[in-house]
């Protein structure tokens, strides 16, 4: 995967509630823990995942995701 | 006056389980198990919409209306919509200002005047431009608000809701029919190839009848509709009031906070803490899915009806510290959103939280945007908003909500 120091994913665990809308929609990007929250699985996404990740932190209904 | 009042559970919720403790209301927001229990009687306003489906469907429906509220979307609304119109509504309120030059008007209905065109452009509803147009469509707003919240309302809610559908025809005719014909005309342009997607509006009745699902009866657009015109504008129109008669007492106690009146980030953390007191939806109800125990070994049985409290939930002293029940623009907390319940919670988190809150707000580490209560609120101050000391504010008597019914202010800047 070829990498963009553009972005730098983060979900804040604080505001996360573990809906999971990211995981629908970029499950590349995010997966459920088991604390029944999100984890962001590559923080430095290639630059092709970048309408997954406007979708996902525009989605995400605490909108958790910072990019 | 009294400026913070309990929650007297209305007649709606008696008789179900109640829960009025944080943990126990994040529990059940934040579940599985549970489905949306609320807006039972308002069906004819909000039925199907948003705020009533739930899980899969209601991610669907999300996901189609979340380009909607996308940063670039949320600082258009600001920056081109939103803050001119607060320019333009304190500048009609200056030219209708008295023989003596004093500007006095109802804080209620001037920040309803500021937020009608940002619901219209957000909802897709066209013709909301002269003054006359605009005061026309913000009664429409105020009248459908009170058919959506009818579990509220302290009349009787048969004659409430009957009297609203009919209302409601006038809104269709006048506003909603023609903004519909012509975005399906302009869709029938893009889709024989006449314009690009791009030349089409940015609205919810845009993206509704560009993706139309088969699913959907004729008049969900109307109730989606309904549900954004409501919902957009009545945070902020309840807050606000609320937000500067703290600020009132609070330069009163604190009279060294007073220039801060025109610090965003104040503005911020007070804007945060009038809408954690003062909650526009304070309770919510839910339907269990299965049998469930909650963390406290509460049981829920399968069916039942639960109503979760917001406000004494956002005044709980084991998240919001002992002096939760006061107003405190300096609280911290800590691991919890420093509003609250106030947008709800789970997947039902209010889409348009960022209207009201901003980009800019610790969840969101962006500087996009200040909100509609820090804009709000800042011209406010900006245009020198003293509460009127021969006539103070009065709490509604049409509605059990926490709400304001008149809010007479003077604007000694104007």
Redesign the interface.
Known sequence: MEKNNGYKL?I?P??C???A?CV??APDLFRVNQG?TVDVIEPNPAPEYEEQI??AA??C????I?Y | METIRDLIPPPHIEGIKHFVDFASVDEILRSKDFRQGSHQESQPFFGDSLLTIDHDVHFERRRLQAPLFRKEALEYYEHEELLPLIERALEECKEASNDTGEVRTDLCALVRTMLARISAVTTGIDGVDTQERTDAFRTYIEQLGTGATVEWSTEDHATVISRILEIREGFVEEFYAPSVERRKDLINQFRSGDLSEDDLPRDLLTLMYLHWNNNWDDELPLREATLYLVASSQTTTHAIPHLMIHLHEWFQEHPEDYEKRFNREFLKRAGHEAIRLHLPSPALLRIALRDVVLSSGVKILEGERVACLFTPANRDVKVFGEDARKFNPYRETQNVKPWGFAFGGGEHTCIGRTLVTGLSARTDNDDGTDGTLVNIAHALFNAGIELDPDDLPTYTELSHHDAYGRFPIILRNL
């Open positions: 983060k804040d604080e505001i509630q573990g809906t809308y629908r929609v029944a406007l979708e525009t989605l209904p605490t909108r958790a910072t």
